[in-house]
Nanobody, 123 residues
Framework: QVQLVESGGGSVQAGGSLRLSCTAS????????KGWFRQAPGKEREGVAV???????FYADSVKGRFTISRDNAKTTIFLQMDNLQPEDTAMYYC?????????????????WGQGIQVTVSS
């Protein structure tokens, strides 16, 4: 089992920045690929950014150039630096870990999930 705890959400005006953190603990938490996903009201959950176990990063087209995913040296905490936030980025953001399958940004390919944290961007 892997436990994931997110922090850093909140409310910001358009053009602002937020930094999300997710710390993993439990069974071989450092070895798993980890990523950020989001779900807006009435919409399906979608992939935002992922860092593979090997350190490769993958981004949704909608956030490329604005969001940056990174991790600490222990590989147990990942971060999502979100710059130039827009109202369409408003969603519940989830941390996920343990990838298997094809498609790095497909939510169904991740086994463990955090509780989620709200990000609200006002215009």
């Amino acid at each position: 089992q892997v436990q994931l705890v997110e922090s850093g959400g909140g409310s910001v005006q358009a053009g602002g920045s937020l930094r999300l953190s997710c710390t993993a603990s439990g069974d071989v938490a450092a070895t798993h690929s980890k990523g950020w996903f989001r779900q807006a009201p009435g919409k399906e959950r979608e992939g935002v950014a992922v860092v593979s176990a090997g350190g490769n990063t993958f981004y949704a087209d909608s956030v490329k150039g604005r969001f940056t995913i990174s991790r600490d040296n222990a590989k147990t905490t990942i971060f999502l630096q979100m710059d130039n936030l827009q109202p369409e980025d408003t969603a519940m953001y989830y941390c996920a870990a343990h990838f298997s399958g094809t498609g790095w940004l497909r939510p169904k390919n991740y086994r463990y999930w955090g509780q989620g944290i709200q990000v609200t961007v006002s215009s």
